[in-house]
């Protein structure tokens, strides 16, 4: 079939559907338009691709528009019943079941139909759920970082998008102003409506029917998050999202949406030149970066990362360290050696405490950024490290070079300097035998739970959201 055309399965029932209507059997259509009535059963079960000429005779004999007949909706809801429970036992998790597929014949009410849909459905949201193990979560944040990795972080499809839409917009300079994220939203066809009673499971809810898009309340301090957070619900419409089917796809959704959001608010264009001019003058500063477009440190360091290699020419990496040093987001492309665990995974791994990220958290100036170069086995780095607090403690955003390319940053004067050997655990998670002799037999720690351990990994229609909490929302608010 041509791109936007329906599947077989739907034309198929379409066909059959005006046929119906029109009281016709196989035999007298057929005839119609010169096939055999076999010939035209197997077209209507989706077993025979029909060519355009015979599409365009069907058309003709049943006395509808061609579009009708090539319309990717099902005719009916019996037939949206149909073509679902034929998509869910062509599956490979049905066919592992080892069970017969069943025949939605005309003995089949509708009621019981509904029900046996309603069952895969089930079993499609339980088997998905199943798979986002740690393990599994695990591997699918390792393949998107080397994936990121190839790509220097950097992926131009979404920077044109977000570029055009900025554009769009009205925005001309200086940081993206509310007005202008709602102007892009009103292009969308939506409307920003600010509710303090989202579910806790949510950060945003797009109303598809009524063309809303509920955010948090519009008095958070700062606006960075408001604005971000419309933005990337736009983004899962721009992008043409569907509800992600693996925790990698959830992930790779996530990437996107928070990708465009960034590229919104620090334009490509705009960044890149003020990136740049900054180079020339030898003074790139995150934190400067960061008050020339009104956002957060972190997402300043993370857009630095999107631009940095393919606009800069410079390799660089990002750490963001819990206040315990346990590493929660980290990227690389100029070899600073991450930690991580045998499947390659990096998130909850301990970073070496004589790096930057782990050092600020000791500093009693914490109001700009902290630097420092530390000698690592894969050579010597120049990092500035800007710490922070949240609800949930403390935090270090670092963004770091190699010791060639430091020269381009204000702070690369500095004299603080570090050796690490790390990931030799002498470097700094082994006592000193000395130490350890003297206390061995004699000393009995009771270990921390780590949170990040055990966290509930997102399952549901939508990866971490309740679907019932969503929907009674919805409801709530449909009439207002």
């Known amino acids: 079939m041509k791109a936007g055309t329906p599947d077989l399965a739907t034309l198929g029932h379409r066909i059959r559907h005006f046929r119906g209507e029109r009281a016709l059997t196989l035999d007298q259509l057929g005839e119609a338009v010169g096939l055999a009535g076999s010939q035209l059963s197997l077209i209507e079960n989706g077993k025979r691709e029909p060519k355009l000429s015979t599409l365009d005779a069907l058309a003709v004999a049943l006395g509808v528009e061609l579009g009708d007949l090539l319309a990717r909706e099902a005719p ?30 005309r003995g089949i009410s509708d009621e019981t139909l509904e029900a046996i849909v309603g069952l895969h459905r089930e079993l499609q949201r339980r088997a998905s759920e199943a798979i986002a193990t740690p393990e599994e979560a695990r591997r699918a944040n390792t393949d998107l970082r080397e994936r990121l990795r190839a790509h220097n972080n950097h992926l131009p499809d979404i920077e044109e998008l977000a570029e055009q839409q900025v554009r769009a917009s009205g925005h001309r300079a200086g940081a993206l102003t509310h007005r202008e994220v709602s102007v892009m939203a009103e292009r969308l066809g939506f409307r920003l409506i600010y509710v303090d009673d989202l579910p806790d499971s949510t950060r945003s809810i797009t109303d598809l029917a009524n063309g809303r898009i509920y955010l948090p309340p519009a008095s958070i301090p700062g606006g960075h998050g408001l604005r971000s957070m419309a933005l990337q619900a736009m983004a899962h419409r721009l992008l043409g999202h569907t509800p992600p089917a693996s925790y990698d796809e959830f992930l790779q959704q996530r990437l996107e949406i928070n990708y465009f959001a960034a590229a919104c608010l620090m334009p490509r264009e705009a960044s890149v030149a003020f990136l740049q001019e900054a180079k020339k003058d030898k003074r790139l500063a995150i934190e400067d970066f960061r008050d020339a477009f009104g956002v957060t440190h972190e997402a300043a360091a993370l857009r630095f990362t999107n631009l940095g290699t393919e606009y800069l020419d410079m390799t660089m990496h990002f750490l963001r360290v819990n206040g315990d040093g346990a590493l929660l987001k980290g990227y690389e492309n100029d070899g600073l050696p991450l930690p991580t665990d045998v499947t390659g995974s990096i998130e909850g791994q301990w970073v070496c405490k004589k790096w930057s990220a782990r050092t600020s958290f000791d500093q009693t100036n914490r109001t700009t950024e902290n630097y420092q170069y530390t000698d690592t086995p894969a050579g010597t780095y120049w990092c500035a490290t800007q710490t922070g607090r949240t609800d949930a403690g403390e935090f270090s955003i670092t963004v770091g070079v190699p010791f060639n390319q430091a020269k381009w940053f204000r702070g690369r004067e500095t004299t ?49 959201v309740d679907d019932a909490e969503v929907y009674a929302f919805l409801e709530q608010h449909a009439g207002q």
């Open 76 to 105: 009916s809801a019996r037939a949206a019943l149909e073509l679902e429970l034929g998509r869910a036992q062509a599956s490979p998790l049905y066919a592992s079941l080892g069970l017969p597929p069943v025949k939605p014949g």
């Open 416 to 464: 603080v300097r570090a050796v690490s050997t790390c990931p030799d655990e002498s470097c700094c998670r082994r006592a000193p035998i000395a130490l350890a002799e003297q206390w061995a037999g004699r000393a009995w720690p009771s270990a921390r739970l780590h949170a990040h351990v055990l966290s509930p990994l997102p399952s549901g229609t939508f990866p971490g």
